[in-house]
């Protein structure tokens, strides 16, 4: 059975840094895209980044990048982001969601419809 448990969140002041983490079971993450979404009150989810476990390779929206790392440790069969410099906006619940990797040699992707488990989420706050 397939299942992501994310941890990590929290409060924090502006400024400050947090680190996600979604533990996976069922499967093996190294075959898998991992993906952390993210959705304000009123607003609509967003990709935020995502991973190539086979390799490690990642990609990350515009709004995150030099701030926010995601990472992968396969043998623990979790993937971290580490957020760092948060701002107000990047308030929100946080989702890690897993697609299989059908082909090795494409890079991961932020479409939620293409990731077919997910997680519960956790809260994100940045206020001061």
């Known amino acids: 059975q397939v299942q992501l448990v994310e941890s990590g969140g929290g409060l924090v002041q502006p400024g400050g840094s947090l680190r996600l983490s979604c533990a996976a079971s069922g499967f093996t993450l190294g075959d898998y895209y991992i993906a952390w979404f993210r959705q304000a009150p009123g607003k609509e989810r967003e990709g935020v980044s995502c991973?190539?476990?086979?390799?490690?390779?990642?990609r990350y929206t515009d709004s995150v990048k030099g701030r926010f790392t995601i990472s992968r440790d396969n043998a623990k069969s979790t993937v971290s982001l580490q957020m760092n410099s948060l701002k107000v906006e990047d308030t929100a619940v946080y989702t890690c969601a897993a697609a299989r990797i059908r082909w090795y040699g494409m890079n991961c992707f932020m479409s939620a419809g293409q990731y077919g488990y997910w997680g519960q989420g956790t809260q994100v706050t940045v206020s001061s």
């Open positions: 991973i190539r476990s086979s390799d490690g390779s990642p």
